[in-house]
């Protein structure tokens, strides 16, 4: 009940605009499982569970759409699972097309046999360029006994089978070429992950698809627009074999500047090494966006706004992640970091001894608990803050009070190295300019790592001609070392907190005797 609520809050009420729901709904998620779901894929995800789940009282089903054995691995569709539950996704039923083959090849040779199909074996290169011209094949008219025997054939991966694949026998010249006879099925010798050797022919999508959801009871099958020319194709199969209708919907694809959605070439990056894996920070997959930094509440809310509409997208970082920091900034708790290079080592000449304070993790919610902050006359600051420092000037170090500046020693090149602070407790931290981060130099400071990412592409869209390799970013990781208070020792993988004046970070790794925490920093929607 909670859930379903806050589910609400994302502000998403539309409806499967003018489709018939009334023999209640059943909407599928058909991933290939080819990668790791991506962003993209987020969106068909969430669409199609919340038409089931949350508009209706329906079912989702999660389908994978495993007919091409040569991109599809076991690791992928585990992977595919995971992510659907981290996003709080549950199907009601999973299902494979493979569980079908059986089927889809009956429904093949009934399709021969009616006269719906034919088996072809023209080269790709002349089918293409006939489909193009609208010149039918010249197996057109092939009769079903020879098409099936061709079937046979294929079916055996014999050297001829192999040549033949078997075209639906809609049109050679409609003025829509989704129509012109497309290839319902084709050889593979590749063995399939879940049904091995079994079969050497597989259906492809066009045919796959339209055959199970209807088999499976989808009532309202959301594809991305793409798709849209397909949809009489879809229509006309389900004629063919005098199978149930189902209604489809468009939904417009999702995509993000300086971002490639693509399975194919995201692989490509994960092979090259371009990126460390399909969870790499600035990969747009679930498990990447999500080890930067995103919510998976935020990425609901995100999505669910835009909604089932058709109108194309390309969207810039910045509003998702404007979004996150809803989520984020009432509850990440804060704490200090100061980078080590060139770290100023400074005096508080009239600090009392040492001494520590519980004081609140953040200043507005006082349910993220409580941290330790000790006070003593040696603290660190940034070059940066003590560069700007004038003679006598009275600051604000944060969370402590103000102090006036009495000594700033630098070197030849200007490198502050050495300040001498007084502290002025009457001193109003309402008038100083300059509020600083300070930390009390300890044993207990916490080694960290802060990291920066930027965009894997130098462009805000790729064009057909752009080779991936020449609009890559290679300068994509930014690392400084800093030294934090001893409460950061606590953070967890997965931790999402604020350094005071630096920013939000998710905790990467946790400390471990000899090497630093890693935190990453999670983008703001705010140019640095
Ligand atoms: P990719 O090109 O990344 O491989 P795909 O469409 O081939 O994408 P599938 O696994 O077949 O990948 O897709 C599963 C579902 O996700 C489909 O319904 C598909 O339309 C949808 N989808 C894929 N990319 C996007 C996107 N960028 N925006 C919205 N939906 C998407
Ligand atoms: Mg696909
Ligand atoms: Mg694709």
Request: proline share 5%; glycine share 4%; hydrophobic share 35%.
């Amino acid at each position: 009940k909670e859930s379903k609520a806050a589910k609400s809050k994302a502000g998403a009420s539309y409806d499967i605009a003018l489709l018939n729901t009334d023999n209640g709904v059943v909407t599928r998620f058909p991933p290939e499982p080819s990668g790791y779901l991506h962003i993209g894929h987020a969106k068909a995800a969430m669409l199609n569970d919340y038409f089931a789940h949350e508009k209706y009282n329906g079912t989702l089903l999660l389908r994978f759409d495993d007919t091409n054995p040569s991109n599809e691995k076991q690791e992928f569709q585990d992977a595919i699972v995971e992510d659907l539950a981290l996003m709080g996704i549950k199907p009601n039923k999973v299902s494979y097309t493979s569980d079908y083959f059986d089927e889809l090849y009956a429904y093949c040779i009934e399709m021969i046999k009616t006269g719906h199909a034919y088996a072809d074996d023209t080269d790709k290169e002349t089918m293409a360029a006939q489909r193009m011209d609208g010149i039918p094949s010249a197996r057109r008219e092939l009769s079903p006994e020879e098409s099936l025997a061709r079937l046979e054939e294929m079916k055996s991966s014999t050297p001829e089978g192999l040549r033949w694949c078997i075209r639906a026998k809609i049109s050679p010249d409609d003025k829509n070429k989704a129509l012109r006879d497309p290839v319902i099925y084709r050889c593979n010798p590749h063995p399939h992950h879940r049904t091995g050797t079994k079969w050497k022919i597989y259906p492809t999508y066009d045919f796959a698809c339209p055959v199970v959801d209807s088999m499976e009871g989808v009532t309202h099958a959301l594809r991305t627009i793409e798709y849209r020319d397909r949809n009489p194709q879809y229509q006309w199969m389900l004629d063919a074999l005098k199978l149930r209708h189902v209604q489809v919907w468009d939904f417009a694809r999702m995509n993000f500047i300086r971002t490639l959605l693509s399975k194919r070439k995201l692989t490509k990056l994960v092979e090259s090494g371009v990126v460390w894996g399909w969870d790499d920070p600035r990969f747009p997959t679930i498990r990447g966006i999500r080890r930067r930094g995103m919510t998976i509440p935020a990425l609901r809310e995100f999505i669910l706004k835009q909604g089932p509409s058709r109108t194309i997208t390309l969207f810039d970082w910045a509003l998702i992640w404007a979004t996150n920091k809803k989520y984020i900034d009432p509850v990440a708790p804060r704490h200090t970091a100061i980078v080590t290079q060139d770290v100023v080592k400074v005096i508080i000449t009239n600090a009392p001894a040492t001494f520590t304070e519980e004081k609140p993790r953040h200043a507005k919610n006082a349910a993220v608990g409580m941290k330790t902050v000790t006070f003593a006359s040696n603290v660190l600051m940034e070059q940066v803050d003590a560069k700007s420092y004038k003679q006598d000037e009275e600051i604000t170090l944060m969370n402590w009070g103000n102090a006036f500046v009495r000594k700033i020693t630098a070197d030849a090149n200007g490198t502050i190295t050495h300040l001498e602070l007084e502290l002025n407790p009457q001193g109003d931290v309402k008038k100083t300019e300059k509020k600083v981060t300070w930390l009390a130099e300890t044993p207990d400071m916490v080694p960290v790592e802060l990291v920066d990412f930027d965009y894997l592409l130098k462009k805000d869209s790729l064009s057909e001609d752009d080779v991936l390799e020449d609009v890559l970013n290679y300068d994509t990781e930014h690392r400084e070392s800093a030294l934090a208070d001893s409460n950061v020792a606590q953070f967890k993988e997965g931790d999402i907190m604020q350094f005071d004046r630096k920013g939000f970070y998710r905790c990467d790794r946790a400390a471990t005797p000899g090497s630093p925490a890693v935190f990453f920093n999670i983008p703001t929607g705010k140019a640095k």
